[in-house]
């Protein structure tokens, strides 16, 4: 089976930086995505790793490591709009995308 | 464009009817997929399609059938709908890296 498992809850004050891990297990890996989704809407599509290192989009950047199964999503500059769900995505043979459970990401000013 | 659309919005069943959902997509994505999210546990991955005329179970399939006839139209079948069928539903489509969801089709199941 698949399984990626993230921090089901995270708190950040406006203009913080915060990380959201990611781990996983799979079979067939070919990488792992974000996606963010506010309350009720649709997920949307942040950032893909395939390959190992960061990659880096505005003021978000995500991070993979093949060898530890590990990826990380970096908020910076965080702003009100920032909270929301968190979802890492795992992307397998077959092309099924498989979700983790998600982290809750609430930002105070 | 319109992306990814969802149809109905929302339904209220009564336990052991029949319904379909729709999803339309107008990228010519290869890939489609129907995921349930409820609270707490994400998206999961009911069933999803390769390409037109293909389909394969995804991590939750039990209780759901779909078809894909045409490449842009993805269906969602429940055959006899039971109260644990209560969730929202989304369908996405993709090429490549992204991923398109439509806007969710809440189902209550009564």
Known sequence: ????????????????????????????????????QHDGGAPTFLSYNALDGLEETGRFSSFLSRSDSYGYLLLQELQMKDSASYFCVHAGAGTALIFGKGTTLSVSS | NAGVT????????????SMTLLCAQDMNHEYMYWYRQDPGMGLRLIHYSVGEGTTAKGEVP??????????????????????SQTSVYFCASRTGTEAFFGQGTRLTVV
Do not use: M
Not at chain 1, 16 to 35: H, K, M, P
Not at chain 2, 65 to 76: A, D, P, T, W
């Open chain 2, 62 to 83: 039990d209780g759901y059938n779909v078809s894909r006839l045409k490449k842009q139209n993805f269906l969602l079948g429940l055959e006899s709908a039971a109260p």
């Open chain 1, 1 to 36: 089976g698949q399984s990626l498992e993230q921090p089901s809850e995270v708190t950040a004050v406006e203009g913080a930086i915060v990380q959201i891990n990611c781990t996983y297990q799979t079979s067939g890996f070919y990488g792992l995505s974000w996606y963010q």
């Open chain 2, 6 to 17: 969802q149809t109905p919005k929302f339904r209220v069943l009564k336990t052991g009817q």
